[in-house]
């Protein structure tokens, strides 16, 4: 009956989110910002070694919109860091 009711309450979301990053968080949130700028640097590398303009202009893009990705998860987490401070 006590397994019952414990396993109940781990199926309830939490009312309120906490206020840590745990470890796993981390550890995420530093592959997230890995991705975006290996995408950034290899679609900007691409798009400097490319002979047509159609390809080298969506590399350009895509490249871009890595960065603003890495940009933006880099500024929450600045943000975030600050309010907590």
């Given at each position: 009956?006590?397994?019952?009711?414990?396993s109940?309450?781990?199926?309830?979301?939490?009312?309120?989110?906490?206020?840590?990053?745990?470890?796993?968080?981390?550890?995420?949130?530093?592959?997230?910002?890995?991705?975006?700028?290996?995408?950034?640097?290899?679609a900007h590398?691409?798009?400097?070694?490319?002979?047509t303009?159609e390809?080298?202009?969506?590399?350009?893009?895509?490249?871009?919109m890595?960065?603003?990705h890495?940009?933006?998860?880099?500024?929450?987490l600045?943000s975030?860091?600050?309010t907590?401070n």
């Open positions: 009956m006590q397994q019952q009711n414990q109940m309450q781990q199926s309830q979301p939490m009312s309120q989110v906490p206020n840590i990053v745990s470890t796993k968080d981390q550890l995420y949130l530093a592959d997230m910002l890995s991705w975006n700028l290996n995408a950034c640097k290899k590398f691409f798009a400097q070694n490319c002979q303009p390809i080298q202009a969506a590399l350009e893009e895509a490249g871009q890595h960065q603003r890495y940009d933006k998860l880099l500024n929450h600045n975030q860091s600050q907590t």
